[in-house]
């Protein structure tokens, strides 16, 4: 049924003024209600002003009751527009405590959710009468919307310590034995594996470097990897095609030169083991996402089906800097918003998530190239949301004489969890884009 015009908003008056009675009486209330809501939470203009001015008072210690509120609104002159001393007297006096500020909280955020829903949802409404407006462009402004306007769990993710005993008992007693210590996803490169303990859950990996590093074929070796290990793994491109990264993988798996995947000229041998490396291919569990759509929303919805269809364990992103939120923004907010939701996504989907990243080339004006952490585009972002930051660099990118020929450095720039080293060298070969684990690693 079509809501009529004269229907009031969604509100609950009663509700938000016994809240607002309980936080003057009472502190365990308030501090509660303070956690809970926000003053737009409240339909009443004046009762946001009230809220605010409690949360002041809390804020800076002072005494909550009725005189200093009242104080308080006259001082920033809006005790008149709270109705005065007496609305805040009947307040304190003739309206019912809250028996549970939690559940009034819960209610009353629940109808400012959907006063939300209304306002944003009805200029949604009114958009999809232009017909210049596209249909898919819509659904993801709305689908915007509507993740902007989702409240955390009033109750969170909070947990008692002791409810977490049952399920670390069972995950210690399963790594018991383990004597390798290997409790991620393997990346196939021993040494890293067991400085990292694999790749973990819930975390977003950052592997960064200059155009030419490597970046996408390091990538693409964790994701073979653990293809030949049976796990489910994905890998957004917004650079390659899939023609493309099928073509690396088959270099790599028959260790053929990748420019004759492209020119011809395969001998019978070498043709033969791109034929051994196609049956290989075939039978990975490895899904590639190269629609090429730059909108970060669009594509954590294709990831999440890919979670739901094919069960994915591992999703690398290909790459940071060419990803979109909205391009009216700010670049840093941007980015910001960017790796904030893709370790959110980590979290949720419980995989790592693996993000490839730019470098500042303003390192390559310095005598010393190997890239800090301070060479990464909107550094501050990606830094804090991070829980591991690798940077590859090969010397003989930049140093034709250097003894590092066919030397490649992965650089530990971050590594939230304890300790990892400095770097780890790999063997590379240009021919087929491919890292190799040396028998020496110092």
């Given at each position: 049924?079509?809501?009529?015009?004269?229907?009031?908003?969604?509100?609950?008056?009663?509700?938000?003024?016994?809240?607002?009675?309980?936080?003057?009486?009472?502190?365990?209330?308030?501090?509660?209600?303070?956690?809970?809501?926000?003053?737009?939470?409240?339909?009443?203009?004046?009762?946001?002003?009230?809220?605010?001015?409690?949360?002041?008072?809390?804020?800076?210690?002072?005494?909550?009751?009725?005189?200093?509120?009242?104080?308080?609104?006259?001082?920033?002159?809006?005790?008149?527009?709270?109705g005065g001393a007496v609305y805040l007297s009947r307040l304190v006096d003739e309206c019912p405590i809250a028996s549970s500020v939690e559940h009034y909280a819960e209610v009353?955020?629940?109808?400012?959710?959907?006063?939300?829903?209304?306002?944003?949802?009805?200029?949604?409404?009114?958009?999809?009468?232009?017909?210049?407006?596209?249909?898919?462009?819509?659904?993801?402004?709305?689908?915007?919307?509507?993740?902007?306007?989702?409240?955390?769990?009033?109750?969170?993710?909070?947990?008692?310590?002791?409810?977490?005993?049952?399920?670390?008992?069972?995950?210690?007693?399963?790594?018991?034995?383990?004597k390798n210590q290997i409790t991620g996803i393997r990346t196939g490169f021993s040494k890293l594996d067991f400085e990292t303990s694999g790749l973990q859950p819930t975390d977003?990996?950052?592997?960064?470097?200059?155009?030419?590093?490597?970046?996408?074929?390091?990538?693409?070796?964790?994701?073979?990897?653990?293809?030949?290990?049976?796990?489910?793994?994905?890998?957004?491109?917004?650079?390659?095609?899939?023609?493309?990264?099928?073509?690396?993988?088959?270099?790599?798996?028959?260790?053929?030169?990748?420019?004759?995947?492209?020119?011809?000229?395969?001998?019978?041998?070498?043709?033969?083991?791109?034929?051994?490396?196609?049956?290989?291919?075939?039978?990975?569990?490895?899904?590639?996402?190269?629609?090429?759509?730059?909108?970060?929303?669009?594509?954590?919805?294709?990831?999440?089906?890919?979670?739901?269809?094919?069960?994915?364990?591992?999703?690398?992103?290909?790459?940071?800097?060419?990803?979109?939120?909205?391009?009216?923004?700010?670049?840093?907010?941007?980015?910001?918003?960017?790796?904030?939701?893709?370790?959110?996504?980590?979290?949720?989907?419980?995989?790592?998530?693996?993000?490839?990243?730019?470098?500042?080339?303003?390192?390559?004006?310095?005598?010393?190239?190997?890239?800090?952490?301070?060479?990464?585009?909107?550094?501050?972002?990606?830094?804090?949301?991070?829980?591991?930051?690798?940077?590859?660099?090969?010397?003989?990118?930049?140093?034709?004489?250097?003894?590092?020929?066919?030397?490649?450095?992965?650089?530990?720039?971050?590594?939230?969890?304890?300790?990892?080293?400095?770097?780890?060298k790999f063997r590379f070969i240009p021919e087929c884009a491919k890292f190799e684990a040396l028998a020496n690693n110092n």
């Open positions: 049924m079509e809501p009529h015009s004269s229907q009031l908003p969604p509100q609950a008056i009663d509700f938000e003024e016994s809240v607002l009675a309980s936080m003057v009486l009472n502190e365990q209330g308030r501090e509660c209600a303070l956690t809970c809501l926000s003053a737009n939470d409240f339909y009443r203009t004046g009762h946001q002003m009230i809220f605010k001015a409690i949360g002041r008072l809390a804020d800076t210690r002072q005494p909550v009751d009725l005189n200093t509120v009242y104080e308080e609104l006259k001082r920033t002159g809006q005790h008149e527009q709270c009353i955020k629940g109808k400012a959710i959907k006063r939300r829903l209304i306002a944003e949802m009805s200029n949604i409404s009114q958009k999809c009468f232009d017909n210049s407006i596209d249909s898919v462009d819509l659904l993801d402004e709305a689908q915007r919307v509507i993740m902007s306007i989702q409240p955390e769990n009033l109750t969170g993710a909070v947990l008692v310590i002791g409810e977490m005993s049952f399920e670390r008992i069972a995950h210690y007693e399963k790594i018991m034995n383990q977003l990996i950052i592997i960064a470097g200059r155009p030419g590093m490597g970046k996408t074929a390091l990538l693409l070796d964790f994701i073979l990897n653990a293809g030949l290990e049976n796990i489910p793994s994905a890998m957004v491109s917004l650079e390659m095609s899939a023609k493309q990264l099928y073509n690396r993988l088959v270099s790599k798996i028959s260790r053929v030169n990748s420019k004759k995947f492209k020119s011809g000229g395969f001998t019978p041998q070498e043709f033969q083991r791109v034929k051994d490396a196609i049956m290989t291919v075939d039978d990975l569990p490895v899904y590639i996402d190269d629609s090429a759509d730059s909108d970060l929303y669009r594509m954590i919805r294709r990831v999440k089906k890919m979670k739901k269809d094919k069960g994915i364990q591992l999703l690398g992103v290909d790459y940071l800097q060419l990803m979109s939120v909205d391009k009216s923004q700010n670049k840093n907010l941007e980015i910001g918003e960017i790796t904030r939701k893709l370790k959110l996504l980590a979290k949720e989907l419980n995989i790592p998530v693996i993000l490839l990243s730019q470098l500042n080339r303003s390192l390559e004006q310095r005598t010393n190239k190997r890239p800090v952490m301070s060479d990464l585009r909107d550094s501050g972002s990606v830094e804090q949301d991070a829980d591991i930051i690798f940077a590859v660099y090969r010397d003989e990118v930049y140093n034709e004489k250097t003894p590092d020929k066919g030397i490649a450095e992965l650089l530990t720039l971050k590594f939230r969890d304890g300790e990892a080293p400095a770097k780890t």
